[in-house]
């Protein structure tokens, strides 16, 4: 589940795919112009960023790769996928130049969108060299290193994935399915027992010496997945 921005004047077309991408358990914010759009891009504190934004090339006032370049100026590190109806070569530049990390052109197939949107959220955040911390839980994703205290935990790539991901998303339930859907290649097969194992495994590390007996970890919510708590 992913928290979404979409920001467009189109009303049918905002209502088409909002509804799609609510189908498949997305969380979705709309905005109808750019100045509404840097509102709440404004709102939002660091832990509680949108996972990807969806910007309409041709807003009101603002247009989308204006409000994209705002963004970045800003420091805003979610990925931005803008969306217009030229498929003209130098505005796909312009739009990436703007700091934009995708572009589709409209009409566009729904199912190709989902696949695009689902690329761009398996990306590693490109905000990655700031530190998270929870209690004495702390990961330099930069190094991608972890310490518990003043205590190195050396993890497996997929270990140190799901702990970032699980740390950036606290407090949130994920079920194995998304987890696989955000942290895994589409097209690598990846079965829920192998992400209980990782998350065992993860448990066991994060816990390894008395003093790391308390404090933040992972949880299980039985019969829908897992949470990170604080």
Not at 163 to 183: G, Y
């Amino acid at each position: 589940m992913a928290h979404i921005l979409i920001v467009d004047d189109d009303n049918d077309f905002l209502s088409l795919v909002a509804a799609n991408l609510v189908a498949q358990d997305h969380r979705i914010v709309t905005a109808k112009s750019g100045l509404d759009a840097l509102g709440l891009l404004a709102e939002q504190a660091p832990e509680q960023a949108f996972d990807l934004i969806m910007l309409d090339i041709e807003l009101p006032a603002i247009k989308g790769t204006d409000v994209c370049r705002s963004y970045r100026d800003a420091s805003g590190q979610s990925p931005v996928l803008m969306v217009g109806v030229s498929d003209d070569d130098e505005l796909k530049a312009s739009v990436l130049d703007a700091g934009a990390d995708d572009y589709m052109t409209k009409p566009l197939d729904l199912a190709e969108l989902s696949s695009r949107i689902r690329a761009l959220l398996r990306r590693p955040p490109t905000f990655a060299g700031l530190n998270l911390k929870a209690g004495d839980l702390t990961i330099d994703a930069r190094s991608l290193s972890v310490r518990r205290g003043d205590m190195p935990i050396v993890l497996l790539p997929k270990e140190y994935a799901l702990l970032e991901f699980f740390m950036r998303h606290p407090n949130q339930v994920f079920s194995t399915d998304l987890l696989i859907n955000r942290l895994w290649p589409a097209d690598e097969s990846i079965s829920p027992e192998t992400i209980r194992t990782h998350i065992k495994n993860l448990r066991k590390k994060l816990t390894m010496s008395p003093a790391c007996k308390t404090g933040s970890k992972l949880a299980t919510v039985h019969g829908i997945g897992y949470k990170f708590e604080p």
